[in-house]
Every structure is written in structure tokens, then in C-alpha cells.
């Protein structure tokens, strides 16, 4: 973990795409950068099924959410915060029609007792191909 003047680079999660931590901390809360399915060192996306132009031809939005949790939970805990101090949370869906029951699904599983604030949006499409983003806002000490 890089955390310097209050931000964070996981070590655990994927890489970011861009020039942004994955974290930064300002007072007592955490901001988290939009972050997906993807695992760390591979250009693997869990749930991804892309045709040879490299084109997603079908996703499993039940294995990405679970994936882009898990991202979210080894950030949170790399910071210093936790799964149960998230406060916020902003989901980004590239199909929120086909994709939304099953989404809510998981998602009561995982967030059912932390019950964090929520925004759920439907977007075209997100910078790699995967279906959720997760940006999020956690307390931490």
C-alpha cells in the first residue's frame, strides 16, 4: 500500500486506469475512485465474455458485482476504513434494464447490515469493458 498525504494505492486491488489513487483521505472521510471488476496484474474481468475484436458480447453481472465488492472491500481495508463505514455509494450500470434485479440482489447480500447510502445510474458504457463501477465514501479514524 502507497498511502502519502492521504492517499491510497492498493497493492491488492487493480491497477488504476488513469492518473488517480485509488483513495484519498480528507478529514475524517475516505474517497474511493470509480472502481471495477477487473483483477489486479491481468487484463482478466470477471464475468467478461469478449468476442476476438476485443467487443463484450456477454457479461455476468452477478460475478462482477461480486469481483467489484471485493475490489472495494481490499481498498477500504488498505486505507485504514472498512466495509462497515462505508457512507455512501454511487453504482454505475452500462445495462440497468437487464441488469438491475440481479444487481440488487447481490447487492443486499453484501450491504445488507451496513445499509450505506445509495445512487444507482445507468451510463453507455464505462472506460473498460465491464458492466458496474463502484465509487464510494467511507468514515475512517
Known amino acids: 500500500m502507497s498511502n502519502t498525504e492521504g492517499v491510497t494505492v492498493s ?5 488504476p486506469v488513469g492518473a488517480y489513487p485509488h483513495a484519498r483521505r480528507a478529514g475524517g472521510l475516505l474517497f474511493l475512485s470509480g472502481i471495477g471488476p477487473r483483477r489486479r496484474g491481468s487484463r482478466e474481468i470477471p464475468g467478461v465474455t469478449l468476442d476476438a475484436a476485443g ?3 456477454a457479461h455476468d453481472i452477478e460475478l462482477q458485482c461480486r469481483a467489484v465488492f471485493e475490489n472495494v472491500r481490499l481498498v477500504l481495508e488498505e486505507a485504514g476504513s472498512g466495509w462497515d463505514r462505508l457512507v455512501d455509494v454511487t453504482v454505475f450500470l452500462t445495462d440497468i434494464e437487464r441488469d438491475f434485479a440481479a444487481y440488487n440482489r447481490v447487492y443486499a447480500e453484501y450491504f445488507g447490515e451496513t445499509r450505506p447510502c445509495r445512487t444507482t445510474v ?4 464505462l472506460p473498460t469493458p465491464i458492466a458496474i463501477e463502484l465509487k464510494c465514501i467511507a468514515t475512517i479514524d
Open 11 to 15: 497493492q491488492e486491488a487493480p491497477e
Open 122 to 125: 445507468g451510463v453507455n458504457r
Open 55 to 57: 467487443r463484450v458480447v
